[in-house]
Structure formats: C-alpha cells, structure tokens
Nanobody
Framework: QVQLVESGGGSVQAGGSLTLSCVAS??????????TRWYRRHPSREREWVAT???????TQADAVRGRFTISRDSARNMVSLQMTDLKPEDSGDYFC?????????????WGQGTQVIVSA
C-alpha cells in the first residue's frame, strides 16, 4: 500500500520560512518513472500546482513561487521536501504531495492528506 505523509506546515508571519516534507512508503520516489509534485489549495481558489521533481532530479516551480520555493529529494529517507522562504499571505493553504508512477503499461497516482500553511501579514 502506497502512502504519502506530509508534515511541516504551520503558522508564520510574512517573510518567514517553512519546510514541508513528504515521506513515502510503498513507493520509491527516486525511481526514474516517478514524478513527485507539490500542490496547494486555498479555500477561495482552485488547487494550484507548486513544484515538481522528476525521477532524474529535474525540478520546476510555478511562477508564483519561483525564487522563493525549492523542491528537493532525499533518496535515503524516501522523502521530497519543499523549502519555502519569503512567505506571503497568498501562500496560505493546504499543501499536498502527489506522486505519479508512469510506465509503458500503467499509470498510478497517489496523494497525501495535506498539511496546512498559514501566513499572516
């Protein structure tokens, strides 16, 4: 059974930093056919893609967070992190870890339960 467990959310003031973690079990995030993403959802907005790291360590970030957020992977811990700096109130929301396993014959998608980030002005 695959599980993704997020942690690290909390409340900070604008300009502060948080690091979110997504620990996986039942799936190895460092495998080439696995892509891991962070999404967020603010109560007043639709779910928004935040950042991606592929199996070969290619990373991309949404324009809204580029330069402030960094996605990385710790293969030894089977964990993907999202380091968030210079946080803004609009970064508030529930942050979710997503992993997609894509092979020639199958595609499977997994979600964590989310962790909440609150940034106050």
């Amino acid at each position: 059974q695959v599980q993704l467990v997020e942690s690290g959310g909390g409340s900070v003031q604008a300009g502060g930093s948080l690091t979110l973690s997504c620990v996986a079990s039942g799936i190895t995030l460092s495998q080439n056919h696995i892509t891991t993403r962070w999404y967020r959802r603010h109560p007043s907005r639709e779910r928004e893609w935040v950042a991606t790291i592929t199996g070969d360590d290619t990373t991309t970030q949404a324009d809204a967070v580029r330069g402030r957020f960094t996605i990385s992977r710790d293969s030894a811990r089977n964990m993907v992190s999202l380091q968030m700096t210079d946080l803004k109130p609009e970064d508030s929301g529930d942050y979710f870890c997503n992993a997609i396993s894509r092979t020639i014959i199958s595609k499977r998608e997994y979600w964590g339960q989310g962790t909440q980030v609150i940034v106050s002005a």
